[in-house]
């Protein structure tokens, strides 16, 4: 989907349902939220399949696979969302899990950074070393270990946060 069809319809929904709120009360702004997200999961769902059968076709699986995780754990974050507009009270209840499927998400991110580093840095390096650039090489090398570092870091921070 183009950004600027993406935009557009963002758009569209966001007034719809400052109208609706508007016009009609509290109930209806919820089932409209309801509806938009519905909605927005479908379109990223269409999108996501159409993004990955693309990099498949021209023969991209690890982009296909990373595709697919950042697809998956931007779903993840709108049906938690959705589950709490549905059920406002049960959301505080199942906060934890609630808590524990934002976590995976945000891992999912992680690790398709991570993979993106890695294969960005090992280019770069490559291309350093084949040019005999070695100072831009240990540079490289050192974004790469550094960037590694931190997203350890990080998702030791997460799963600390929430899943310990």
């Known amino acids: 989907m183009k950004i ?15 109208a609706i709120g508007i016009l009609f009360g509290a109930e209806a702004t919820v089932i409209a939220m309801v509806a938009a997200v519905v909605l927005l999961v479908v379109l990223v769902v269409v999108d996501g399949w159409f993004v990955c059968g693309q ?21 993840i974050v709108l049906l938690t969302g959705l589950r709490g507009l549905l059920d406002p009270a049960g959301a ?21 950074f991570f993979v993106g580093l890695i294969r960005e840095g090992s280019s770069s390096l490559n291309d350093n070393l084949r040019g005999k650039r070695y100072a831009m090489a240990f540079l490289n090398l050192a974004v790469l270990v550094g960037g590694a570092v931190v997203v350890l870091a990080g998702v030791w921070q997460l799963a600390r946060i929430f899943f310990l």
């Open 4 to 18: 600027k069809v993406a935009n557009q319809i963002f758009l569209l929904g966001a007034i719809s349902v400052v």
């Open 92 to 112: 505080n209840t199942a906060g934890h899990k609630s808590s524990r499927l934002i976590g995976s998400a945000l891992v999912l991110l992680i690790f398709v």
């Open 55 to 75: 990099a498949l076709r021209q023969g991209k699986t690890t982009d296909a696979l990373l595709t697919a995780m950042a697809y998956l754990a931007g779903i």
